[in-house]
Structures are given as structure tokens and as C-alpha cells.
DNA sequence: CTAATGACGTAGA
DNA sequence: ATCTACGCCATTA
């Protein structure tokens, strides 16, 4: 089991309509402090892999694309705002209203 | 085996 | 608010 399919489990488990951080994520797959292998793992993402991808933004609540990423520009922003999930004017999202906030939920096997 | 690589976070100026 | 520097490690070729 490579550590990356741990990080995609704990993707998994974002509520439709939620965000979560790359710190949160990594925190939550046992790696605290390790949010670049979360930005890595979400870059290798592939289609066979069913993680929302697309739930997964910076701490300052922006999005971070990938020139080579999955070939698509904005489509992150374009799914989540399908989701309900708003942008400021500045393209960010208020973590303070959409941030995952994991509860007695963490109950994922590996 | 080694080398390259890659969606971040935090602190300080 | 913006910018710089540094930490840091699994996966691939």
C-alpha cells in the first residue's frame, strides 16, 4: 500500500461541497506537516482513481493548478462551484464556510 | 542503485 | 498585502 493511496483515501472522504487544505489532508493521512506529498500524490491522480481532486485547495484558500495536470484549465473551479461551493471576486473560496471539518467520520480502512 | 521531480506551508522581511 | 527562502519525501525513469 503506497503512502499516495493512503492520501487519496482521506480525499476521499470530502463531503460534496466541502474543501479541504493540502496540510488538512496530509495531517489526516498521518504526514503532518508534509502538504507537498499531498500536492504530489493529487498531481499523479489518475482517471482509473475515483478521488475528487477538485476538493482539495491551498491554505490561502486558492486553487493551485498544474500546467500538465489533467489537460483541463479551470475545471477544478468549474466542479466545485457545481458543488455549491462560491468564490470571492478574488477567486478564492472562504475556508471559514467550506473547509472540512472531519468529525467522528474518520473511519476509513486501508 | 542514483537522480529528477512535483497541486504546499510557514516564517520573516 | 506580496515576496523570498527553506523544509522535505514518495514515486518514476
Given amino acids: ?3 499516495y493511496h493512503t ?7 470530502i463531503p460534496v461541497g466541502k474543501v479541504a487544505t493540502y496540510g488538512q489532508i496530509a495531517t489526516l493521512a498521518g ?9 504530489y500524490a ?14 482539495v485547495i491551498n491554505a490561502k484558500g ?21 458543488e455549491g461551493v462560491q468564490f470571492s471576486p478574488e477567486g478564492k473560496i472562504s475556508l471559514k464556510d467550506y473547509l472540512w471539518q472531519p468529525e467522528l467520520d474518520s473511519s476509513f480502512e486501508f
Fill in 1 to 3: 500500500m503506497s503512502a
Fill in 7 to 13: 492520501i487519496y483515501a482521506v480525499v476521499r472522504q
Fill in 31 to 39: 504526514m503532518t506537516g508534509q502538504a507537498r506529498l499531498v500536492g
Fill in 42 to 55: 493529487l498531481y499523479r491522480v489518475t482517471d482509473s482513481l475515483e478521488v475528487p481532486w477538485h476538493r
Fill in 62 to 82: 486558492e486553487i493551485s493548478e498544474s500546467p500538465f495536470r489533467h489537460g483541463d484549465d479551470h475545471l477544478q473551479r468549474t466542479l466545485l462551484e457545481q
